[in-house]
């Protein structure tokens, strides 16, 4: 019989049967009716071929056949706990492998892994850049960040920001435009033009002209006094998303982080 045809679920009810020896604490066991344990038994004698239990006065038996069948049948459970167990022992595991944009890992998230990191020394993270996509197949990652207007077509959370903001040197009135891909003022003819925000920014502290970027890169720059603000924080239909594919979503590791980096 092929592996795609084995019956699965009348072999779990002949188990319990088996050892039980009444189809009624069966179904107690199993959470059905005992109609729907004897109709399973049914089905399973009709697909083997053989006679699996016979009701006698003293109750119900085991014929020979369902009997030979119980020790391989119950070590092949056990074969089936230990494999889930190792499937879900990667829920257990404390390394997190995360893919983001560089400029963003440098100013935003390396400081908070740091922090979260402090409150758990067995924790472990591989970082990876997105510069060149993300491709959750070939990475082994559990988690990701992009930019955009949504998560795309993975699972994902936004990353707080109140949006863009403009940031200069502090001792310098710019005027010239610096500009990345991506940026709300961009300008092809701009005397400096950068590859990313994080390049952006720096170049605005080093005196180089005036940058728009997102707040939550700026922040930490604002806050140090290394560049200054020129006018509001705007909001932008862009921001940062942490995303990944829903099995790795699903994982307690992930969305530990994701609920520590979405705030």
């Known amino acids: 019989m ?14 319990a049967a088996a050892r039980h020896l009444s189809f009624t604490r069966a179904a107690d066991e199993l959470a059905v009716t005992p109609a729907a344990v004897g109709q399973q038994i049914r089905a399973l004698e009709d ?5 699996l239990f016979r009701r006698t ?13 119980l ?5 092949g459970f056990l074969q089936f706990e230990e494999a889930v167990r190792a499937m879900q022992a990667g829920q257990s595991s404390k390394s997190l492998t995360i893919a983001a944009p560089r400029d963003l890992t440098e100013k935003w998230l390396m400081p908070r892994l740091a922090r979260i990191a ?8 591989v970082l990876l850049s997105a510069e060149e996509g993300i491709d959750f197949t070939q990475a082994n990652l559990d988690l990701a960040i992009r930019w955009g207007d949504g998560p795309g077509e993975h699972e994902g959370e936004a990353i707080e920001s109140d949006g863009m903001i403009t940031v200069t040197a502090p001792t310098e009135a710019a005027t010239s435009i610096i500009t990345w ?40 720059d604002l806050a140090t006094g290394r560049v200054v603000a ?8 862009g921001g940062y998303w942490l995303v990944a594919p829903l099995p790795q979503w699903r994982q307690k590791k992930v969305k ?7 705030v």
Request: proline share 9%; aromatic share 0%; hydrophobic share 45%.
């Open 71 to 75: 020790a391989p049948l119950r070590d």
């Open 256 to 262: 530990a982080l994701v609920e520590a980096l979405a």
């Open 181 to 220: 891909p991506g940026s709300p003022d961009g300008d092809a003819s701009a005397p400096m033009q950068v590859a990313d925000a994080g390049l952006a920014l720096d170049a605005a502290a080093a005196g180089l002209g005036r940058a728009t970027v997102p707040e939550l890169l700026a922040a930490n």
């Open 118 to 125: 402090a409150t758990d020394p067995d924790l472990r993270f």
């Open 57 to 69: 006065t003293r109750g119900l038996e085991l014929t020979p056949e369902g009997e030979a069948g």
């Open 230 to 237: 020129i006018g509001d924080t705007v909001p932008s239909r």
């Open 47 to 51: 697909t083997l071929g053989v006679v």
């Open 2 to 15: 092929k592996r795609t045809h084995l019956p699965l679920n009348g072999l779990r009810v002949l188990d």
